[in-house]
């Protein structure tokens, strides 16, 4: 479980957090939704160390990661698995040297071990026949399996998506959106996805936190997300639909 208790964050003169409390379970896929602007990276960033915040606590089952000693603030990195936005691979390694990367950064493992467990996440995804292909020649889709298959390859307690829906297509979004939630229950991953896509929250949206200008202003899920009586929300939630109706 991860918990977050009064995380703030000013940049210069400018509050990009105002004070953000939250828990995140063991086998849900948490959504973090807002605007452009309104804070769900920065609040990301603060909760897996890229950003510290002026304030606040954020406590990986009961351990304050931004107080605890160094030893145990790498353990505690070691649990964790992001996906970034855009994949980030590596260009020129192919897609299973990709995946196994962070176990030759972080293991001892033997190579058959290395080998084998980057094999078995790829094969998680969907990609058993695609290790020896190159980022390049991969589809938008694939390089987010790819980059899920990484992010999962250490076997994390934590999971982190920021955007993992950004450029791709709604079917493939929504396929890349049931593999992050299954596999988030399947391995009883915390997970926590930033999204604004609304396809997302309809699918995936078990929980969900509203940001606004630094703030949380609401909290419930996709069966309540359109009931709420939150004017900043349903006005995002009809932005969002008209956006929609304009791709169709
Ligand atoms: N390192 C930084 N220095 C100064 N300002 C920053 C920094 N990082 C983020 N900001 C500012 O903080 C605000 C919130 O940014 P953030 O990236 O969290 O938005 P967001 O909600 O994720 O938006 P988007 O959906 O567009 O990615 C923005 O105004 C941004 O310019």
Known sequence: MIEI?????TFGDRQVLAGIDGTFKPGDTSLIIGGSGTG????????????????GEVLYDGRN?????????????????VLFQGSALFDSKTV???VRFPLDMLTEQS?????????????????????????????GGMKK??????????????????????GLDPLTSIKIDQLISEITDEYKITTVVITHDM?????????????????KLWEGDSNTLTQSSVPE????????????????
Request: glycine residues 6%.
């Open 111 to 139: 190579e058959s071990e290395k080998l084998d467990r980057a094999q078995e996440c790829l094969q998680r995804v969907g990609l058993e026949n695609a290790g020896d292909r190159m980022p390049s020649e991969i589809s």
């Open 199 to 215: 396809n997302s929250m309809m699918e995936i949206g078990e929980k969900i936190m509203f940001l606004y200008k630094g703030n």
């Open 65 to 81: 990661f931004l107080t605890v000693d160094l030893e145990s603030q790498k353990a505690i990195r070691r649990e964790m698995g």
């Open 5 to 9: 208790k009064n995380i703030a964050k």
């Open 233 to 248: 929300l349903n006005e995002f939630i009809f932005a969002n639909k008209l956006l929609r109706e304009m791709e169709k």
């Open 96 to 98: 299973l040297e990709n």
């Open 145 to 166: 399996r790819v980059g899920i298959a990484r992010a999962i390859v250490l076997n994390p307690k934590y999971l982190f998506c920021d955007e993992p829906n950004s």
């Open 40 to 55: 769900k990276s920065v609040l990301l960033k603060c909760m897996i160390g890229l950003v510290k915040p002026d304030s």
